[in-house]
Structure formats: C-alpha cells, structure tokens
C-alpha cells in the first residue's frame, strides 16, 4: 500500500488549498478513506472520511463546512478541499487507508 500526499503550501488566512492523495497497492475503490493532520505540539487528529462509494461522508467539527473530501475511484486519488484556512488549521495533513499512512504534506496558514 502506497500513499502520496500532494498540494500543501503556504496560504494566507481566508485562503484556499487543495491536498490530493494518490493510492496504489491496493483495491482503492473497496476502502474508506480519511484525512488527518497534525499540528506542531499535537498529537494527531481526524479531519474526515469518505467511505468506498463516496456517498457517506463525515467531518470533524472543527473543519465542517469549510472542508470538502472527495474522491475518484477510477484515478485512485482522495482530495481534500479547504477553504477559508485558519492559522489553527496549520498542521501536517495525512492520508490514511486501514492502518497505512501516507507521509504527509505541510500546510501552513499565516500572514
């Protein structure tokens, strides 16, 4: 199981930035997918998940309407749109599929 983060960067508050997970390895389309992150000096948290067909979609309630998960199950990919980006939302994001993570991609909200 491979996964690769993509899309993090600087953004200033207010923004917008979209991550993207490329999976490989596996049967992307029978798992559920989640996005995490981690901020500096805390531990890791749960941000949201997408199960197998994309219909049944859960968020943290820190990220709940300004976050969207997504997925493609053709292209094998999971994306996380976040919108009106916080300096609390600074943090490491991760994908993860059963127990397997990717490396992470840094997303960092300042002026």
């Known amino acids: 199981v491979q996964l690769v983060e993509s899309g993090g960067g600087l953004v200033r508050p207010g923004g917008s930035l979209k991550l993207s997970c490329a999976a490989s390895?596996?049967?992307?389309?029978?798992?559920?997918m989640s996005w995490y992150r981690q901020a500096p000096g805390k531990e890791r948290e749960w941000v949201a998940t997408?199960?197998?067909?994309?219909?049944?979609?859960k968020y943290a309630d820190s990220v709940k309407g300004r976050f969207s998960i997504s997925r493609h199950n053709l292209q094998k990919t999971v994306s996380l749109q976040m919108n009106s980006l916080q300096p609390e939302d600074t943090a490491v994001y991760y994908c993860?599929?059963?127990?397997?993570w990717g490396q992470g991609t840094e997303v960092t909200v300042t002026e």
């Open positions: 997408i199960d197998s067909t994309g219909r049944i979609i």
């Open positions: 993860k599929t059963r127990s397997a």
């Open positions: 390895g596996f049967i992307f389309s029978l798992y559920n």
